[in-house]
Nanobody, 114 residues
Framework: QVDLVESGGNLVQAGGSLRLSCVAS????????MSWHRQAPGEQREFVAQ???????EYAVSMKGRFTISRDNAKNTVYLQMVDLKPEDTAVYYC????????WGQGTQVTVSS
């Protein structure tokens, strides 16, 4: 069993920044990679960014340049630094990890006001 707990979501004005965190616990030894996805109301969940334990990153094209994913393996934590936030970034952001299957956190709400 793997537990993922996100935090850091908030209400922020357009152009602002947020840093999301996801702490993994449980059977995490084989978890790699970890990623962030988001889901806006009425929309499908979409990929945001991914990072391997070695630090290799991938980004959705719409987020590249504004979002930065990172991880602290010693803390079993992955981060998503978001800058220049836009109203269209409003969504529930989910942490995910792949081990023997894909695990999901409960999500953290990011709301960007104009």
């Amino acid at each position: 069993q793997v537990d993922l707990v996100e935090s850091g979501g908030n209400l922020v004005q357009a152009g602002g920044s947020l840093r999301l965190s996801c702490v993994a616990s449980g059977n995490i030894f084989l978890i790699n990679p970890m990623s962030w996805h988001r889901q806006a109301p009425g929309e499908q969940r979409e990929f945001v960014a991914q990072i391997t334990r070695e630090g290799t990153t991938e980004y959705a094209v719409s987020m590249k340049g504004r979002f930065t994913i990172s991880r602290d393996n010693a803390k079993n934590t992955v981060y998503l630094q978001m800058v220049d936030l836009k109203p269209e970034d409003t969504a529930v952001y989910y942490c995910s990890a792949v081990g023997n299957r894909r695990y999901w956190g409960q999500g953290t709400q990011v709301t960007v006001s104009s």
